[in-house]
């Protein structure tokens, strides 16, 4: 029993997924905390706060990230160190040059900074940039060695000390929204200095770069940057859209954070497997070995979609008790919106692993071009529901309640804009569902170009792949 309890713990597969599911554990009890210890706006300003970090964190790691876990699949021990060397090189320059263009931006737009529900960003994301890099840094060379045990010690550490602070903020304390900021700083640094101490973070391989290995990662990266950018921007774009909306505003943007929250922690299986499938696919394909590209590929997205299924169903059917439960009374009008997700949520196992391929066949150009296509819909879609779609259904709802005969206008503006606003983040995520669309259908042909794959195959590998996670009889991590 402890033999195999020893190989279970070992499993790449496990590890991936123990790690995502504890950090999205804590995350969801975090976000709980928040949204019961915030008001609406506060909330808000704080979801704006970490979506547009998050968002700038792709344009940084974005150049090395992809490329890292790639190349040093395959790399020998010195080659390895220049790698590393040249991922923390050109992350710290890429982190100063934006850090230059926030403060440039803050100075020149200071009233207008102030008066947007981006002021707590452009004040804070300095600092943090700065505390989390040898953070972020860990993450892309531990994911490129398969050491999500040491990943998952850093995320706990980073995630749950926050989860525990704002356990006891919220029982003790109540503090307001810049002491919990000043919390979030300061757990972010501790994580970065283990980071560092340990050299997990490749910080003594620093000067060990070379100009070989710079342009390697460079010439991928300026691909994957622009593939992770987007595909960060596919979700983040709604919120920054409804955050610029004068109706909808930081109140829209934390009704909207529940449902997507919800989408988030589902997604968890699909980023674990995403992850150790695209080492195992990037060094089959270095090795020329494409049966085993298309095996990982059937084997991971048909999986995943077979996966995905049931548990979007029981989502939909249970969205107002789930939804409940996350941001409690006063969000249970965004459950609607969480059913449209689950939708969604059946479509993206394929078009995440579509990507993944597309990348570990060296074909990071076409990946970027797949969801740039995928990017530009959701950005054009969001316009259209949020700025123009809202005045029609307002319009509408209006003359409707004045038809029946309301007298008190005052009634009549609250009704209106409650059902505007709920139909229009209905619109926003329905605009999802068309963008993954797109991205399937673009990707297919992409991939099937460089590696001719079989849709229909998919079922068969998903078949595969239950077969062998429950009756392990073949190896599972490739």
């Known amino acids: 029993m402890a033999n195999v309890l020893a190989k279970i713990f070992k499993n790449k597969n496990f590890l991936s997924l123990a790690n995502n599911g504890l950090i999205a554990v804590f995350g969801f009890f975090g976000f709980l905390l928040l949204v019961r210890s915030l008001g609406t706006n506060q909330f808000g300003e704080w979801v704006l706060f970490i979506t547009t970090a998050n968002f700038i964190d792709m344009l940084r790691f974005g150049i090395t990230r992809t490329a890292i876990v790639r190349f040093l699949a395959g790399a020998k021990q010195n080659e ?6 040249s991922n923390y090189l050109i992350n710290l320059v890429s982190t100063l040059l934006i850090i230059a263009v926030v403060l440039v931006i803050n100075f020149f737009f200071t009233n207008t900074v102030k008066n947007s529900g981006f002021s707590l960003f452009f004040q804070w994301f300095p600092v943090l ?38 356990l006891v903020n919220y029982f003790a304390f109540r503090f307001q929204l810049s002491i919990i900021v000043y919390a979030y700083l300061a ?9 560092s101490v340990t050299n997990w973070d490749g910080i003594r391989y620093l000067f060990k770069a070379s100009r070989s290995t710079n342009k390697m990662i460079l010439n991928f990266g300026k691909y994957s940057t622009g593939t992770l950018i987007g595909s960060n921007l596919l979700k983040s774009a709604d919120t920054f859209i409804i955050g610029l909306s004068p109706f909808l505003g930081t109140a829209g943007v934390a009704l909207y954070s529940i449902p997507m929250k919800l989408t988030e922690i589902i997604e968890i299986p699909l980023r674990s497997f995403a992850m150790t499938a695209f ?7 270095i ?22 299924i049931p548990i979007m169903l029981f989502s939909f059917i249970f969205a107002k008790e789930l939804v409940y439960i996350l941001g409690g009374p006063g969000y249970e009008s965004t459950a609607n919106i969480f059913r449209i997700f689950c939708i969604y949520g059946i479509f993206l196992p394929l078009d995440r692993f579509i990507g993944v391929a597309l990348d570990s066949v060296n074909q990071p150009k076409l990946n970027f071009l797949k969801v740039v296509y995928m990017t530009l819909a ?8 949020v700025f123009s779609f809202y005045y029609l259904v307002a319009v509408v709802s209006l003359s409707t309640l004045l038809w029946h005969g309301f007298g008190n206008l005052e009634f009549i503006g609250l009704v209106t804009r409650d059902f505007s606003v709920n139909i229009v983040l209905q619109g926003v995520a329905w605009v999802t569902i068309s963008f993954t669309l797109i991205g399937i259908f673009v990707g297919y042909h992409y991939l099937n170009q460089n590696l001719e794959i079989h849709l229909r195959k998919l079922w068969s590998g998903g078949i595969q792949f239950f077969s062998e996670s429950i009756f392990r009889k073949k190896k599972i991590n490739r």
């Open 80 to 85: 390895a160190k220049k790698l590393i060397g």
């Open 129 to 166: 940039a700065l505390i989390n890099l040898p953070f972020n840094n860990a993450q892309s060379v531990l994911q490129a060695r398969m050491q999500f045990d040491r990943i998952l010690l850093l995320r706990s550490v980073n995630v749950g000390l926050f989860m525990l602070f704002l």
């Open 187 to 195: 757990i972010n640094l501790l994580t970065s200095f283990i980071a």
């Open 279 to 285: 080492p195992g696919m990037s060094k089959a394909s």
């Open 287 to 308: 090795e020329g070995n494409n049966d085993l590209v298309r095996h990982i590929f059937y084997r991971n997205a048909g999986g995943m979609t077979l996966l995905m």
């Open 378 to 385: 959701n950005i054009i879609g969001d316009s259209i529901m």
